[in-house]
């Protein structure tokens, strides 16, 4: 974006879709940096915090949550008109988040199962991420995300520069914090080295395996990292499920977990 | 080769400074660093593995611990005697204390009028006294002394912490199945003007007649420390005993490297399938990398805060796995996981010897016990071997 003067802040708005609101929580946990922010920038639209409404255009939109029925599907394409920059917050806006689960299931049958009136329920077959249906000038990952990231990612959109986003393995944080591993030193399994960093290695630090809270890194290779989970106790169902967990429908994720799926034969969908 | 700038002040140091002491002395010794203005560091158990933290009493340090290394594994085990450095190696070498994974080099803030004005950075921490590293990682460190000090613009923080520390360092009695110190000529016993200058060298002893540790002078510092550090002069049972241990520690050794002409079977093999098959196992997450105390590759990131009134520039570890270590204009050169292999294994023990004069591994085996998926360099050598 342009270069900001502050006579004129740029305006920010906060839209949400399929999703539990963890990630805009994230913004209003942002504390201590949240008056540094209402200083440099105007929050115009964020009906989480505040019921003030500017009206559109807004300089910068952040997006969380999955696109699961047609009225997102219009929406989103309002909310892209109305946004300068729009950036993705989550791994629900990211990859459908774990509303994806549906991705791999019959709707028309759990909605059948799970609501006495399925006909007042109008819901896509898949939920997916924004950027399948809009142009997304940035995705910040996580669930939740982190707050400093997203810090930096607004701080790099005020002062036009690239943000400081690493898209290698949760390992690299982990070292960095001179963890010991929990997979070569416990024999726990963890999906840290496939799993893009950003939580700080938060798990590990907690002597747990990584969940994947973050997708997959850059250079993923999710069949090696399904041998070694096996190899340290994982059935084919875990693998599954551990790669069906927060970005159940990120590509890499969602192949290698049809991979490990029910034996040949059985009905299974596919996204 | 590149001199290792830091210099060695051994000269002047004779064996009648050695000395030898008991448990008792051991503590001593760490009381006499400490009282000398020390942060003595040591070998401490953590979190299954052993890491290098702070140490005043002997008890800190790992008493009956030694550990068990294979490719993808590691685990403490409990030795059937109280051997404190009974261990083979912990999941980090001293890397980390001389050159952090993250570390701020630059800051600035801007004024009323809007010019942005640098602040020095300080670094109080250290001196360091480091207890207890193994002859790889004094390699190692060697290495880094070559790399980040021999070059046009040293590492400055890197200089400070190096010139002040004082280093005990340790022989080997118990190598783990991933080392292979031997066939590198890098271990298993401290042996001065080979790797980084050293102050004592120590070799732990424990038989019937209980606890004696030998501590070698290498240094003018390492004498001054012995003395005042006290025991008796070393005698020739002490250091014929010392010598069995480094003579059985070489027969244990848990892995066999051939370095025979490996640089040029290196060179020879760019093409070969044996790149294709790692790649399926590796999982390019960088951890061999960030264990291995050889490797330095760093990148410089400037952040800045949301007004922009406050920025840094942060030196952190890079890793030739990283998508973004070979970024150039318009992508990145090596794409796949095969070319960062190849890039890493061909560096390490290839064209490290063009560019150092020395190979880049040091046969600590961390890269093989800490990789999860397993891969072990040595293996992988192997393999090309019998290609060609
Ligand atoms: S604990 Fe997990 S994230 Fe940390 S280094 Fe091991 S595999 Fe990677
Ligand atoms: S060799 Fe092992 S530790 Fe290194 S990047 Fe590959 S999988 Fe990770
Ligand atoms: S390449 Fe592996 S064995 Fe060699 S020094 Fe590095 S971590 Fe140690
Ligand atoms: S490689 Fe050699 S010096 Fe290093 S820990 Fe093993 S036995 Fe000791």
């Known amino acids: 974006m342009a270069a900001v003067t502050k006579s004129r802040r740029p305006t920010l708005a906060v839209w949400k879709f399929a999703s539990c609101d963890g990630c805009q929580l994230q913004l209003l946990n942002c504390e201590d940096e949240l008056i540094p922010l209402s200083g440099a920038v105007e929050i115009a639209y964020f009906p989480e915090a505040t019921r003030a409404v500017v009206e559109g255009p807004y300089d910068v939109s952040l997006v969380e949550g999955s696109i699961t029925t047609p009225e997102d599907l219009e929406r989103i394409q309002q909310v892209r008109e109305m946004s300068g920059r729009l950036i993705t917050i989550g791994a629900c806006a990211t990859t459908g988040g774990i509303q994806a689960l549906r991705n791999f299931a019959d709707v028309a049958e759990f909605r059948s199962v799970v609501y006495a009136h399925p006909e007042y329920v109008s819901t896509l077959e898949r939920s997916t991420g924004i950027a399948e249906h809009v142009r997304v000038d940035f995705e910040l990952r996580g669930c939740p995300i982190d707050k400093n990231q997203l810090l930096e990612v607004l701080a790099a959109e005020l002062q036009g520069r690239r943000p400081r986003v690493a898209t290698h393995s949760v390992c690299v944080e982990c070292k960095a914090r001179g963890n010991v591993c929990v997979t070569i030193a416990h024999g726990t399994p963890c999906l840290g080295p496939v799993t893009q960093a950003g939580c700080g290695a938060l798990c590990p630090t907690f002597a747990r395996g990584c969940y994947g809270c973050f997708g997959p890194q850059d250079s993923p290779n999710t069949a090696s990292m399904a041998q070694v989970l096996s190899r340290h106790g994982m059935d084919e169902p875990q693998i599954v499920r551990l790669y069906r967990t927060f970005h159940a429908a990120a590509e890499a994720f969602r192949e290698e977990s049809e991979r490990h799926e029910a034996p040949a034969g059985t009905p299974r969908r596919t996204s | ?388």
């Open chain 2, 1 to 388: 080769m590149v001199a290792n700038p830091v210099v060695d002040p051994a000269a002047g140091v004779a064996p009648g400074d050695d000395r030898t002491v008991d448990l008792t002395g051991l503590q001593t010794l760490i009381d006499v660093l400490a009282g000398r203005g020390y942060a003595v560091l040591g070998p401490v158990v953590k979190d299954g593995s052993i890491d290098y933290g702070p140490v005043r009493k002997v008890s800190d340090l790992p008493v009956g611990w030694g550990d068990e290394q294979a490719p993808g594994s590691y685990r403490l085990r409990r030795r059937d005697d109280d051997m404190i450095f009974g261990y083979a190696n912990g999941a980090q070498s001293v890397k980390p204390v001389f050159f952090p994974a993250s570390e701020v080099i630059w800051r600035g803030l801007r004024d009323a009028e809007g010019a942005v004005v640098p602040r020095r950075e300080q670094h109080d921490e250290g001196p360091y006294a480091v207890v207890g590293v193994r002859s790889c990682d004094l390699h190692a460190l060697g290495i880094h002394d070559t790399v980040l000090l021999g070059r046009r613009f040293a590492d400055a923080s890197y200089a400070v912490r190096r010139a002040d520390a004082f280093v005990v360092a340790v022989s080997c009695s118990d190598p783990a199945g991933t080392c292979f110190c031997v066939s590198m000529g890098t271990g298993p016993r401290p042996t001065a003007g080979r790797g980084a200058p050293f102050d004592l060298a120590m070799t732990e002893l424990l038989d019937a007649t209980g606890h004696r540790f030998l501590l070698e002078a290498a240094s003018e510092r390492g004498v001054e420390v012995l003395r005042e550090v006290g025991g008796r002069i070393a005698d020739e049972r002490d250091r014929s005993d010392a010598a069995s241990v480094t003579e059985s520690a070489v027969g244990r050794m848990g892995r066999w490297l051939d370095t025979e002409g490996l640089k040029d079977l290196l060179y020879a093999s760019a093409d070969s399938p044996m790149w294709d098959e790692v790649a399926d196992r590796c999982l390019s997450c960088q951890n061999c990398t960030m264990v291995c105390p050889t490797c330095f590759c760093t990148d410089v990131e400037d952040v800045s805060d949301l007004a922009g009134d406050s920025m840094q520039r942060e030196r952190v570890w890079d890793s030739c796995f990283d998508s973004q270590h070979s970024y150039l204009h318009g992508g990145s050169v090596r794409r796949t996981t095969k070319a960062r292999y190849r890039q890493w294994m061909t560096h390490k023990l290839g064209s490290w010897i063009d560019q150092f004069g020395t190979s880049g591994c040091v046969g600590c085996g961390r890269c093989i016990a800490w990789c999860p998926a397993g891969i072990d360099i040595t293996e992988q050598a192997a393999v090309l071997r019998e290609e060609s």
